[in-house]
């Protein structure tokens, strides 16, 4: 108790934890919008709570990977070397984690590209083609992965347990929050769904290109990420004006 006092009156330990909670939000988006595609999967009454439970299970993931800071600091160690690159466990759990979110985006763009898919069908309401337990467990696999980077950048940017567990609850306590308004702002406009496939797509070799050991900076991404935004936000601001025009 002594020491967290000591803490909280620190105010580099209030920095740390400002800048390290906006590091974990946008960290999150990715898991995010992974999170909500998922969601417009499944039955509409179910929709909220698959996103409680996907978005849940993130915070305990992330609390348990800080109580087990000792593995969790071993899992970059090299286990194995192959094509000139020295892969550790965090190395092989991007890779995988990457090749999934890979493999679920072209599927995803593929069932709402193919006429008369399932897939379709749900995003147009007529039903939904994902159970809340298939939904769950797929957020679940890539949670480990997001969950996993967030730790270790979390690690990196400071080495006091209170501030990344504050800082990792605000950072998920607000994604809960966004859930439920990005997932109906994306179920309305299926250009952004694509959009958001895209920016799956382009994490998930991101992550495999980083298992790799080819590390693509951080900004590169979200700036690549925030122009196509900011032109799909014009196209349906020229959409819209063109209606109000008719």
């Known amino acids: 108790m002594a020491d967290l006092l000591v803490l909280a ?15 974990e939000v946008v960290l999150g988006v990715d898991n995010l919008v992974f999170v909500s595609i998922l969601s417009n999967r499944v039955a509409k009454e179910q929709r909220h709570i698959a996103q409680r439970i996907g978005l849940g299970l993130a915070l305990l993931m992330r609390l348990a990977l ?28 991007l ?24 897939a379709q069908s749900a995003a147009e309401g007529r039903g939904a083609c994902l159970g809340l337990g298939v939904a769950v467990a797929q957020i679940c696999a890539l ?3 997001f969950s996993l980077d967030s730790i270790i950048t979390a690690i990196g940017m400071t080495t006091e347990i209170p501030i990344m567990m504050i800082a ?8 809960i929050v966004a859930a439920s308004p990005l997932s109906r702002f994306i179920s309305r406009k299926p250009t952004i769904v694509m959009l958001a496939l895209g920016f799956l797509l382009m994490i998930g070799m991101t992550l495999i290109a980083d298992g790799f050991g080819l590390r693509v900076p951080k900004g590169y991404i979200y700036a690549a990420m925030a122009f196509s935004g900011f032109v799909e936000t014009m196209n349906q601001l020229a959409r819209r004006a063109g209606r109000d025009t008719r």
């Open 143 to 145: 949670n480990l992965v």
């Open 66 to 93: 800080l109580l087990v800071l000792a593995w969790v600091i071993s899992l970059t160690q090299p286990v194995f070397t192959a094509f000139g690159h020295a892969f550790s466990w965090k190395d092989l759990i």
């Open 9 to 23: 009156a620190d105010p580099t330990a209030w920095v740390a934890l400002a800048t390290l909670i906006v590091m």
């Open 168 to 175: 990792v609850t605000v950072s998920v306590g607000l994604m």
């Open 95 to 118: 890779v995988a984690g990457g090749l999934f979110l890979v493999y679920k985006a072209t599927t995803e763009m593929h069932e709402r590209i193919e006429p008369g898919s399932s």
